[in-house]
């Protein structure tokens, strides 16, 4: 793990304020372009003359040329940082709900230490003291692909705390993403059950 970079939660949310947001709707023969949404992260842009493009609850990449990706991450470029990795994890959630499957994960349920101790102070939080930090992460793997981890806490259902891996091209913003339980609280339970 190398160019470790912890961030508080504030760094994955959107930050510029932009006219002209897309509705979540998804009609059977509607064609739109959605790249105004990754124009709300300050360290993103989409590439000269793409687009990104929602058709019939699949995202897409429209490149320069006209020809259509299936990874809409394509369309997508930042300055190399570790807080750009960050937002266009973010971005990539954000893209995901407009699609039919949508997304498990919002900015408001990513967790970070000051989070996790409010929560605890007001009886929000039921799974104890964690031996570790939550804050979101940046660093590059042992290949040098940039990674990008995410907590989430989520209350539907059984109570958890998932965790969220984005593991980055190591020449573009395209990512795998990998999501999996962390922690289960099962209220019937007196302690909450962590996994590796």
Same mark, same amino acid.
């Given at each position: 793990m190398r160019g470790k +970079?912890?961030?508080t939660r504030g760094a994955a949310e959107k930050n510029i304020v932009v006219n002209g947001l897309p509705e979540y709707r998804h009609e059977p023969c509607a064609v739109r372009d959605i790249s105004v949404l990754v124009q709300?992260? #300050?360290q993103l842009i989409v590439k000269g003359g793409w687009q990104v493009i929602s058709q019939q609850g699949i995202i897409y990449a429209k490149s320069a040329d006209d020809r259509l990706k299936r990874d809409a991450m394509e369309a +997508? &470029? &930042?300055d190399g940082s570790p807080l750009s990795y960050i937002q266009a994890a973010s971005c990539y959630h954000h893209l #995901?709900?407009?699609?039919r499957k949508g997304s498990w994960l919002s900015e408001s349920s990513i967790l970070d230490d000051s989070l996790v101790r409010n929560l605890d102070l007001f009886k929000e939080w039921s799974f104890g003291q964690v031996h570790r930090s939550l804050n979101p992460v940046f660093f590059y793997d042992s290949l040098l692909h940039p990674v990008v981890i995410f907590f989430s806490h989520h209350k539907e259902g059984i109570e958890t705390i998932q965790k969220s891996i984005h593991r980055f091209d190591r020449e573009s913003y395209v990512l795998k993403f990998q999501q999996r339980n962390w922690a289960i609280q099962d209220r019937g339970d007196e302690r909450?059950?962590?996994y590796k």
């Open positions: +970079v912890l961030f709300q992260y #300050s +997508v &470029g &930042g #995901s709900d407009y699609t909450s059950r962590y």
